[in-house]
């Protein structure tokens, strides 16, 4: 499913608005999707007309709704979704790797090549940002080493006709390329992909186990087939759905400030060392659609791909350690990974291997807080959650490393805990009317 055939299962459902009055990108545009997600249900996705700034169409708020989430993830919900992860993983697949296509040149499908970033139509969100924002680029990079792919979804800050700051995530698979290029004294080559299909915006930001095919991983999972080309300009193969591509290099060393943005903190956010693409083709299909998302405080559109991103999450941990019970993350620090898990009672032993394990290898060793619990507390309570917390708060189990929380507030004796005795409670239900209360 490309962008276009997703817009239009969006206008059969009625779930899609389209917007033909002139509208600006700069801070107009953001502000009316902010307006439309708060609406019930997430309101509408939007389809924009008539750009000030580009003569593009741009699409917004793609995600922001349950329908529009599972339409995403051709699901009927995230209890079905989930059931195919859990199959996915049982299958034990071998890392998904896609296997090279022949070499095929993209231009049969693209309407322009040129090096201008101005026909691009990027917004500003907040008042303080100071040049404009792709936010729903794919970024596609190739390890120099082992010739693997990935792909993954950055902030990208237009900041000349041919230069672009990336904000790859520490850690991330672009990032680990590029200090690879850099060891090996190479420029890395990226290709920014605007459009194709909207599932690979949840695969590039959801934290699948590294060396992965984001690619591979929706085909398997989604049936999500493409056909793929070469690039024009740089050695890198990307779909060709793709609406518009923007291809290029970033040398070694090549670093610019970026921002200020807008994030899910609330804050303005910037970065005085951030990777610098040089731009060296822009190629689009005719009357190409964009997509874009207004990021901000909660709430916003984006907790919908993050809470697929939970899905997977639980679902791998669960996989891997079968005392976990449950594992929810609280939306509004969805994005920092923070989480609550509960879990059996399984000895201290057993207890350590799993607090290993999240923070060395699971998809939480990132995360910022987790909090264990057992079983007995239900995680979707929230202040119950705190509230075993303060009460098995102990020094020896609170673990800090490297900006990151972990609180195990597990142990807690099931026969010492105050229960109601279950006579009484019978007795309360035969009498109820007695007491006239």
Not at 108 to 136: C, H, Q
Not at 184 to 212: N, R, Y
Request: charged letters at 25%; glycine letters at 6%.
């Amino acid at each position: 499913m490309d962008l276009p055939g997703y817009l239009k299962k969006l206008a059969e459902q009625e779930q899609l608005a389209e917007v033909t009055a002139e509208v600006s990108c700069q801070l107009e545009l953001p502000a009316l999707c902010r307006r439309e997600f708060q609406k019930r249900n997430g309101g509408k996705a939007l389809l924009f007309q008539t750009l000030i700034e580009s003569e593009m169409t741009l699409a917004a708020n793609l995600f922001g709704s349950e329908e529009r989430l599972n339409l995403l993830l051709r699901c009927s919900g995230l209890s079905d979704f989930a059931r195919r992860i859990r199959s996915y993983l049982a299958a034990e697949r071998p890392p998904s790797r896609r296997q090279k296509n022949s070499p095929e040149k993209p231009l049969e499908f693209m309407a322009s090549v040129r090096i201008d970033t101005k026909v691009l139509p990027t917004i500003r969100s907040w008042p303080n940002e100071t040049a404009g924002y792709l936010t729903l680029a794919l970024t596609v990079t190739r390890d120099p080493r082992t010739g693997v792919q990935n792909v993954g979804l950055y902030r990208a800050q237009v900041q000349s006709e041919n230069r672009i700051a990336l904000n790859f995530a520490p850690g991330s698979g672009a990032a680990r390329h590029l200090q690879t290029a850099e060891e090996m004294q190479q420029s890395l080559p990226v290709a920014l992909l605007l459009g194709g299909d909207p599932v690979w915006l949840w695969a590039a930001s959801a934290p699948l186990p590294e060396g992965i095919d984001e690619f591979s991983f929706c085909s398997d999972l989604f049936g999500s087939n493409a056909r793929f080309v070469d690039c024009i300009s740089q050695p890198l193969q990307i779909p060709a759905s793709a609406e518009v591509v923007i291809e290029g290099e970033i040398a070694p060393g090549d670093t610019c400030a970026e921002g200020p943005f807008g994030n899910h903190s609330g804050q303005y956010v910037t970065r005085a060392d951030c990777p610098q693409m040089t731009v060296s083709a822009i190629l689009h299909k005719p009357e190409p659609i964009v997509p874009v998302t207004v990021v901000g405080p909660p709430p916003s559109e984006n907790i919908y791909l993050a809470r697929a991103s939970e899905v997977l999450i639980r679902e791998t941990v669960k996989h891997a350690c079968p005392d976990v019970v449950d594992l929810q993350m609280p939306r509004d620090t969805i994005f920092h990974g923070a989480s609550l898990v509960s879990v059996r009672s399984a000895g201290e032993k057993n207890q350590q291997e799993l607090i290993d394990y999240l923070w060395r290898e699971s998809p939480l060793k990132r995360a910022r807080f987790v909090l264990l619990v057992d079983a007995d507390i239900e995680l979707n309570n929230f202040s119950r959650c705190w509230w075993r917390a303060i009460n098995q708060l102990q020094a020896d189990k609170i673990y800090q490393e490297q900006g990151r929380m972990m609180i195990d507030a597990t142990g807690v004796d099931p026969s010492s805990q105050v229960k109601e005795n279950p006579q009484t409670l019978k007795r309360l239900e035969q009498r109820k009317d007695d007491y006239q209360l």
